[in-house]
């Protein structure tokens, strides 16, 4: 039905539409990340930003601040935020916002698992969790020795359990394991998103599949850079890349054969998109790289915002301000380790 959303969509959708492009114009601004940037402490950088909405959260704060409160008080903004969105939706937007939180349950379940494997503490691992994540049971993810009794003691009653089917086998949790299981775990939930989206159908549809298929096209670079050199076989490698995405299914073929990281550029370099990304960096270099992905991710979501009467914008919103998050916790970092030389390096300025 596309092109007559504008019809019906602001029966359900004008008002939520409305609240998120608001939340949007409170993203901050390139002369904000400037000024942030010369901060001498942290102290500093609260001032600054009891200017912004992110003020009234940080305003009881006594001194001296630490970087994790400052990432936990912007965190629990962009949560309040979620579910004010969440309680006025109704279907499909209620199931969509859900599928935003999926990605955070699976790296919360990884959390847990990868912390009680190292015998750390199961409350300070759930102080890290993201809230966003977060489920009644999580809390005995501890207890489970195996995916098996991962998925039948604790997951089975999680909106995770579908995306467990391909993944439960019987051998004992370890390093290597878990890594597998997040990255299995995190391509059935891609694609179940992107079928979900593809039956919403209209802008949505056609927007949301680009942004799925630019997440999955990255973690399938992701994956192969970081399976080089472990034991991880060719099968197995392509056995963790999404079915879809403009890689797939040609780029998919030659990521699984490369064997080091220039070889992983000449299969990029011939999609005209990435080509760009990979031409940033010089050869044989791959710490730039999640930067520039998350630069070109930046400026597609900012794109979504063109286009009125879809749901990509509450997606595009939710990821700005993870990623304006990021930007806050690596200032903060540089200016409480004295390396304010570095801190433009991993800043993503998103307007």
């Not at 965190?75 to 859900?98: C, G, I, N, R, W």
């Not at 970081?226 to 990521?255: A, C, M, Q, V, W």
């Not at 070109?296 to 997606?315: D, G, N, P, S, T």
């Not at 919103?317 to 806050?328: D, H, K, S, V, W």
């Amino acid at each position: 039905m596309y092109g007559f959303e504008a019809m019906t969509f602001n029966i359900h959708g004008g008002y939520l539409e409305a609240i998120v492009r608001g939340y949007r114009s409170g993203l901050l601004t390139a002369a904000d990340y400037n000024n942030l940037c010369q901060c001498e402490t942290l102290d500093d950088i609260k001032m600054h930003l009891s200017a912004t909405e992110y003020g009234p959260y940080l305003q009881n704060e006594p001194s001296p601040l630490h970087t994790t409160t400052i990432v936990e008080k912007c965190t629990l903004k962009l949560v309040d935020e979620y579910k004010h969105m969440l309680t006025q939706a109704t279907e499909p937007l209620s199931s969509f916002l859900e599928y935003i939180r999926y990605g955070h349950m699976i790296d919360n379940v990884v959390l847990i698992v990868t912390g009680t494997l190292h015998e750390r503490d199961v409350q300070e691992l759930l102080e890290k969790c993201h809230p966003l994540g977060m489920f009644d049971s999580i809390a005995t993810l501890a207890v489970a020795q195996n995916m098996r009794e991962l998925y039948r003691l604790v997951l089975v009653d999680t909106p995770l359990a579908p995306y467990f089917s391909e993944c439960i086998t019987s051998e004992d949790l370890d390093d290597m394991n878990i890594e597998i299981m997040r990255n299995t775990l995190y391509k059935a939930y891609l694609e179940d998103f992107y079928r979900f989206c593809q039956k919403l159908g209209g802008a949505t549809s056609e927007i949301m599949s680009d942004l799925l298929a630019f997440e999955a096209d990255r973690r399938a670079v992701n994956i192969t850079i970081n399976s080089i050199g472990t034991e991880l076989t060719r099968d197995d490698r392509r056995k963790l890349y999404s079915n879809f995405g403009l890689l797939y299914p040609y780029g998919h073929e030659e990521l699984a054969v490369c064997e080091d990281i220039d070889q992983v550029r000449g299969a990029m370099e011939k999609y005209p998109p990435y080509q760009s990304i990979f031409s940033k960096l010089s050869y044989g270099e791959s710490q730039m790289l999640d930067k520039a992905f998350y630069e070109e991710e930046v400026k597609r979501l900012c794109l979504a915002f063109e286009q009125q009467f879809h749901y990509a914008v509450f997606f595009a919103y939710m990821r700005l301000r993870e990623q304006e998050i990021r930007n806050l916790m690596w200032i903060s970092e540089c200016v409480a380790q004295n390396q304010k030389a570095r801190v433009h390096d991993s800043v993503v300025f998103i307007f």
